[in-house]
């Protein structure tokens, strides 16, 4: 059973903007709160943004603070990442996940497949 599904991956120029979408079953979706994580080739999986439940509480890391906005529609079960100003070294894997917290903060333990980002200078 697929609980994560991200989509909006792709090629990009630097300087441009994307958003990642995630798509994600009632049950993991809901309660919960959701992260987006990244990995590039040869390097550790990266925390990249986080929301709570509620969406009241969010995390950037530093690299993307100002560039990168993580949303949520709980309406919908969906999770986004815009990302704009996209750099050469925002190129990864992206990950959606989802931990069986309200808070963002901790463990997550439930991952999408992830999806493609390259970004050509």
């Known amino acids: 059973q697929v609980q994560l599904v991200e989509s909006g991956g792709g090629l990009v120029q630097a300087g441009g903007s994307l958003r990642l979408s995630c798509a994600a079953s009632?049950?993991?979706?809901?309660?919960?709160?959701m992260g987006w994580f990244r990995q590039a080739p040869g390097k550790e999986r990266e925390f990249v943004a986080a929301?709570?439940?509620?969406?009241?509480?969010?995390f950037h890391t530093d690299s993307v603070k100002g560039r990168f906005t993580i949303s949520r529609d709980n309406a919908k079960n969906t999770l986004y990442l815009q990302r704009n100003s996209l750099k050469r070294g925002d190129a990864a894997v992206y990950y959606c996940?989802?931990?069986?917290?309200?808070?963002?903060?901790?463990?997550?333990?439930?991952w999408g497949q992830g999806t493609q980002v390259t970004v050509s200078s």
């Open positions: 996940a989802a931990r069986d917290a309200s808070s963002w903060s901790g463990l997550y333990d439930v």
């Open positions: 009632a049950r993991t979706f809901r309660g919960n709160a």
């Open positions: 929301i709570s439940w509620s969406g009241g509480s969010t």
